[in-house]
C-alpha cells in the first residue's frame, strides 16, 4: 500500500496545470492554407551599380581636395646670388663678418700635416682661428689659401656694370723684429 501511495504521489507531481497541452499535428490543412498568397509587385530597377575593378574600387581621388597640411600662404624667397650676401641684416651676420677683410690682422700661422689654420684679430681685439674654406670680412670672402707669409681672402662683388668682379686681398703676418 505504501508504495502505491508514493508511485501517485511521484506521478502528480510531474504534472502542472498551467502548461497547455500541446495539440496533435493534424494532417489536414487549415482553409488559410489553401487560399494562393499574392505578391505585391515590385518597382523597377531604373539604374545599376557601375561594376569597378578590384583595384579601382579601393581607391580615392582626391586630385580636386585642398591638401590640409599645406600652409594657407606661402612666401616665396628669391635666391641670393654670392654677390649680395653682403646685403643682408647685419643682426644676422656672425661677428668675423662684421668688419672688412682690409681691417683684421693676422698674428699667427698654425701650421699642421694635414692644413694649416690662421689667427686673426678684428679691429676691438677679439681672436678668430680661420681656416682654408671658411668666409670672413662684410662681403663674406672665401679663405683661398694660408701660407707661412699670410692668408689670401677671395672677394666676390657686383661692379656697376652688373658684371660679377673677383678680387684676391692678401692679408701679411707681421715680421718679427
Not at 677683410?101 to 681685439?125: L, S, W
Request: charged share 25%; net charge positive.
Amino acid at each position: 500500500m505504501l508504495i502505491g501511495i508514493a508511485s501517485v504521489g511521484f506521478f502528480a507531481q510531474g504534472c502542472k496545470k498551467d502548461e497547455p497541452n500541446p495539440e496533435p499535428v493534424s494532417s489536414v490543412k487549415s482553409e488559410s492554407d489553401k487560399i494562393p498568397k499574392v505578391e505585391k509587385p515590385v518597382q523597377q530597377q531604373l539604374s545599376s551599380p557601375v561594376k569597378l575593378s578590384p583595384l579601382a574600387s579601393n581607391q580615392f581621388d582626391f586630385s580636386s581636395k585642398k591638401d590640409p597640411f599645406k600652409p594657407h600662404l606661402v612666401a616665396k624667397k628669391p635666391p641670393v646670388p654670392v654677390f649680395a650676401r653682403s646685403k643682408r641684416v647685419s643682426a644676422l651676420a656672425l661677428p668675423i663678418h662684421r668688419f672688412d677683410v682690409n681691417n683684421y690682422k693676422v698674428i699667427g700661422i698654425i701650421t699642421g700635416i694635414r692644413e694649416n689654420q690662421a689667427m686673426v684679430t678684428d679691429p676691438n681685439g677679439k681672436g678668430y682661428v680661420i681656416k682654408v674654406g671658411m668666409t670672413i670680412g662684410k662681403n663674406e670672402g672665401r679663405i683661398t689659401s694660408i701660407s707661412q707669409s699670410g692668408v689670401t681672402v677671395l672677394e666676390q662683388f657686383q661692379d656697376d656694370n652688373g658684371r660679377v668682379r673677383k678680387e684676391y686681398i692678401k692679408i701679411n703676418l707681421p715680421r718679427k723684429q
